[in-house]
């Protein structure tokens, strides 16, 4: 995959860092990179006075920094800024971030040398594993400490991670074949750190797991909607078209293609279903209208240039503002953790349903001898526990804001905490939804599942691949993690 840092997709973001598609610069970028380096060399010599280049950062900027120092400056930057803690980000999030970093530097704004770049491309390609702990970042000044970490590496310095063990860089480069670089130029050390490239590189892995978890999600809907012989009425396309929502109408045409064929659909008397059901379209309508505003955000942060000061070489000029601001990453996410947590409130709904005869129909916790036996009645408790936790991460991140810097740096995104709270919230779902499956498959077969709809009726049997039926109580437990690993590969 050739990157230019223009057109580069979530979806190959995902390629690189979970599948480990190898990366190459696009010839097209390296005009540009040359004549943004070229341009912060003659500057140099001029004696001019520049942020970043040859001054002190943040609170610091006043302090004007000898060209003999300038490189001395570049090292202790990442030193003192690689200064994270917490467990560390995994592989594909570290991946993810440096893809999305070389993205933004091969734009050439940035006076970031060819070589260095390469890099950070050589680390993906050899599958170095940098140590990279989740806190430090503010999102704002963009992911410094963390993006130090993954810095360190080009100098030989820092951590990494081989055979879950944390291990000193420098022999693992070298018996990898990677060669540190001895100096970084004026300004190559603030732009390695100094952008929003882990928060919008992890984010772009959650985006694709939240497209399959909404996915899976309506699957698992369907299934339940047959257990309780919903009715089709309330999924008519005459009434979505009234919404004026696109994909309030797409989800409840997807619903009914998912039941097509079913035998179990209206075959129970009553005038309505609860809300949990009849209001599916409409609740996932509107999670899937931002989601998609959500990725199109991503999208667009992970071709941006997001470090400071910026390069407009053909303009002459140096540049200071704020695009490593992490707000609307941070907005982003925020948003995507919500929608989420309540995709959790009607799951849970649904399955109190399917358990509670009183409005099921069905046999108390879907077993045959109740009393003695609890059937999956515990299965409703770890979901009200997922979900609680998923209500408490669901306040956003981005309300909140410390100054920092000497008040230099007086308004933050903490856009990092809400990359972390949204991927918690995302594994917490899969979990609520695996649940779900299991005890749609259950009501399923005390409804006969041979009257399923073809399409439900290929989800049921997937999960009966893995999870025979429940004749008696057993550990749930196994069942819901065979479920939630058929959902982190993929797989349904």
Do not use: W
Request: charged share 25%; glycine share 6%.
């Amino acid at each position: 995959m050739k990157i230019d840092g223009i057109n580069l997709r979530i979806d190959e973001v995902e390629d690189v860092s979970r599948n480990f598609e190898p990366v190459e610069l696009s010839v097209d970028t390296f005009d540009n990179i040359d004549r943004s380096v070229k341009f912060i060399e003659d500057i140099l010599k001029e004696g001019r006075v520049v942020y970043g280049i040859n001054t002190g950062f943040g609170k610091l900027c006043e302090k004007v920094i000898t060209l003999e120092d300038a490189s001395i400056l570049q090292k202790n930057l990442l030193l003192s800024h690689a200064s994270g803690t917490g467990p560390p980000l995994s592989q594909e999030e570290v991946r993810a971030a440096i893809l999305v970093r070389a993205n933004s530097l091969v734009r050439g704004f940035s006076a970031v040398r060819r070589e260095i770049i390469q890099k950070l491309i050589d680390i993906l390609n050899l599958k170095i594993y940098p140590y990279v702990p989740s806190y430090g970042s503010l999102g704002a000044s963009g992911d410094l400490a963390p993006l130090a970490h993954i810095a360190l590496i080009l100098l030989g310095r820092g951590r990494v991670i081989k055979n879950k063990e944390i291990l000193d860089a420098l022999p693992i480069l070298l018996e990898a074949g990677f060669k540190p670089v001895e100096n970084l130029m004026p300004k190559e050390g603030l732009a390695l750190i100094n952008g929003t490239a882990v928060e919008s590189g992890i984010a772009a892995i959650l985006v694709q797991d939240a497209n399959y978890l909404f996915d899976v999600s309506l699957k698992a809907a369907t299934l339940s909607m047959e257990a309780l012989r919903a009715k089709r009425e309330p999924f008519d396309k005459r009434i979505h078209k009234l919404r004026n929502s696109k994909e309030q109408e797409e989800v409840a045409e997807r619903i009914l293609m998912e039941v097509e064929g079913s035998k179990l659909m209206d075959s129970a008397f009553k005038v309505q279903d609860a809300y949990s059901i009849r209001c599916i379209p409409q609740v996932y309508g509107a999670v899937l209208k931002n989601m998609r505003c959500v990725e199109e955000t991503i999208s667009q942060e992970i071709n941006a240039v997001t470090d400071n000061p910026l390069i407009f070489e053909g303009d002459g000029d140096v540049l200071t503002g704020g695009n490593f601001h992490a707000e609307p990453i941070a907005f982003a996410m925020d948003i995507l953790g919500m929608v989420f947590t309540d995709m959790g409130n009607m799951v849970e709904r649904r399955i109190n349903r399917l358990l509670n005869p009183a409005l099921s129909g069905l046999p108390p916790f879907l077993t045959e001898r109740a009393g003695i036996q609890s059937g999956l009645m515990i299965l409703q408790y770890i979901v009200a526990s997922l979900l609680s936790e998923n209500k408490i991460l669901s306040h956003p991140a981005s309300c909140d804001s410390i100054s920092v810097s000497a008040d230099q740096e007086d308004h933050v995104s903490m856009g990092m905490n809400a990359v972390i709270k949204a991927k918690k919230i995302l594994d917490n779902f899969r979990k609520i939804t695996s649940c779900e499956l299991i005890v749609a498959a259950q009501g399923a077969d005390f409804c006969d599942s041979k009257l399923l709809g073809q399409r439900t009726g290929e989800t049921y049997r997937r999960i009966r691949e893995v999870v025979p039926f429940a004749y008696e109580d057993r550990e749930f437990s196994y069942d819901i993690d065979k479920i939630e690993g058929i959902l982190q590969k993929k797989e349904l």
